[in-house]
C-alpha cells in the first residue's frame, strides 16, 4: 500500500501516516509493505513501478487525503487525465493525458462494493466513489492499473480517500467548513478502515483463486 508525502497548504498527509504505521504489519497472514510516494506528476509512475517490482504484490491498495470529506471514499475509477496544481514540484497540470496512448480509463479491481459494505458494518462511514478527481491520486490510481494492465500482474489494484484526522481537523480555522472546524476521522479509525480493506480484498482473491 501507498500513502502520499504533505502537499501544498497540509503540513501533515495521514495517508502516508498510515502507510508508515502499516509497513510491515502482518494481517490475517498478509504481509503489508507500506510506502510513501511523491505528490509528483512527474515522479509518481517510478515511485509506483519500483514499489510493485520491490515487493511484487497481490493487493495494491493507494491512500490519498481528501479534505473536507466525511467519510472513506473506495474509488472505483481512474480517468487518463491530469488537471491540477501545483504538486510538490510546482507543476500544473491542464488537461494533459497521463499516458498518451493509454485507455480513457481504468475500474478498481479490488472489490469496492465489499469493502464498503465491510467498513459501514463496523461502523466506520464509507461510500463508493465515481472520481477520484484529476490530482495526484486519480494520476496514482491510474498509473498503478496501467502497470498492472500492460505487465499484465497477477495483482489487483484500488484507491481510497480518506479523510483529515479528527486533530488535523481541530487545527484547522475554527470557521473554515461551512462556519465550522472541517470534519475528521481519529487516525486509528483510518487505519482500522485500511486493515478492513486489505482483509476483505484478500478474501475475494483467495474465493476467485478456488
Ligand atoms: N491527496 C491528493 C494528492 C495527494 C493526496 O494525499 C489528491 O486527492 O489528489
Do not use: W
Request: proline content about 8%; overall charge positive.
Amino acid at each position: 500500500m501507498t500513502g502520499f508525502e504533505p502537499y501544498k497548504d497540509e503540513k501533515f498527509n495521514p495517508s502516508g501516516e498510515v502507510a508508515s504505521r502499516l509497513n510491515g504489519r502482518v494481517i490475517n497472514g498478509i504481509e503489508v509493505h507500506g510506502a510513501i510516494i511523491p505528490v509528483s506528476f512527474k515522479r509518481v509512475r517510478d515511485a509506483i513501478a519500483k514499489n510493485i517490482e520491490e515487493v511484487k504484490p497481490k493487493i495494491i491498495i493507494n491512500l490519498g487525503l481528501s479534505p473536507k470529506i466525511t467519510c472513506i471514499r473506495v474509488e472505483r475509477v481512474a480517468i487518463n487525465i491530469m488537471d491540477g496544481g501545483p504538486d510538490n514540484d510546482g507543476y500544473t497540470a491542464t488537461d494533459e493525458p497521463i499516458v498518451s496512448d493509454g485507455p480513457a480509463a481504468y475500474f478498481a479491481t479490488i472489490p469496492v462494493k465489499k469493502i464498503v459494505e465491510a467498513l459501514r458494518k463496523e461502523g466506520i462511514p464509507a461510500i463508493v466513489s465515481n472520481s477520484a478527481g484529476t490530482f495526484l491520486c486519480n494520476c496514482t490510481m491510474y498509473h498503478t492499473l496501467h502497470y498492472i494492465a500492460t505487465k499484465k500482474l497477477d495483482a489487483i489494484a484500488g484507491f481510497m480517500h480518506i479523510p483529515y484526522t479528527l486533530k488535523q481537523a481541530a487545527e484547522k480555522p475554527p470557521r473554515s467548513f461551512l462556519g465550522m472546524p472541517p470534519p475528521g476521522m481519529p487516525i486509528d479509525i483510518i487505519e482500522k478502515a485500511i486493515e478492513i480493506a486489505i482483509k476483505v480484498s484478500a478474501e475475494y482473491l483467495r474465493s476467485r483463486s478456488l
